[in-house]
């Protein structure tokens, strides 16, 4: 079960009102979210978008989890890009909550269809490239965000399709960010931050900023 900050854990599932008011948002959003949510779930008969066993606690374990990401993003005017967004998670949360400028890249051609309906009946602005990283045309992103894609080494060789020595990087991580830490320090050079995450007492946002490879740092 989701938990509420760290801990304790918590033990009913939350509500779309209950998490509403941990993200702060209107009246307004939160309908959005709950169109955004329903439209999720009715797909999810036809194609894997969700863990399935994840779906009853779908307000803590993916709405708040991508939600709680806005409160921690710097005020940019450049792109937000969304690596294998999937399910939009964390990138349509963040654009339904008014975060501006996103970027979802997804290879998978019927959860970009997903992706374009939940656009569509939430009246959401977002770009959604239907590509792999590595072929996606985007100038260099302020932000790259990613959530349950590919283990930390793999998303920062993704990530340089994408970005620059100026992006800064939001990564959802779970209980092994440390070891995952670990294996990349020989390779890379940058700052970090491990924040707690709200709704998971083992999850995090891993926080990384002046991203650069070891061999080629400045002397």
């Known amino acids: 079960m989701c938990s509420v900050g760290r ?7 939350l509500t779309a009102s209950e998490v509403g008011e941990r993200l702060d948002v209107s009246r307004e959003t939160l309908e959005r979210l709950e169109r955004y949510v329903d439209l999720l779930l009715k797909w999810q008969r036809a194609i894997n ?12 374990r993916h ?8 409160a921690h993003l710097p005020v940019t005017s450049g792109p937000i890009v969304d690596l294998g967004s999937g399910a939009g998670l964390p990138g349509m949360v963040l654009a339904i909550m008014g975060v501006p400028h996103l970027h979802l890249i997804e290879s998978n051609s019927r959860k970009c269809a997903f992706l374009h309906e939940a656009s569509r009946i939430t009246g959401t602005a977002v770009q959604i490239y239907n590509t792999r990283v590595e072929t996606a045309e985007i100038a260099p992103a302020a932000i790259v965000t990613a959530r349950a894609v590919a283990p930390l080494k793999q998303l920062i060789e993704l990530s340089q399709f994408v970005s620059n020595r100026n992006t800064v990087y939001f990564f959802l991580k779970g209980k092994d960010v440390k070891n995952e830490l670990t294996e990349i320090k020989t390779n ?4 970090f931050d491990v924040i ?3 709704s ?3 999850g995090v946002i891993l926080k990384m900023e002046l991203l650069n490879r070891a061999d080629t740092a400045d002397d």
């Open 200 to 202: 998971s007492a083992e």
């Open 196 to 198: 707690p995450s709200r």
């Open 188 to 191: 890379w050079n940058m700052t």
């Open 63 to 70: 709405i708040l989890d991508s939600g709680q990401l806005m």
């Open 7 to 13: 801990p304790p854990p918590v033990t009913e599932y």
């Open 49 to 60: 978008l969700i863990g399935p066993k994840t779906a009853q606690d779908i307000w803590c």
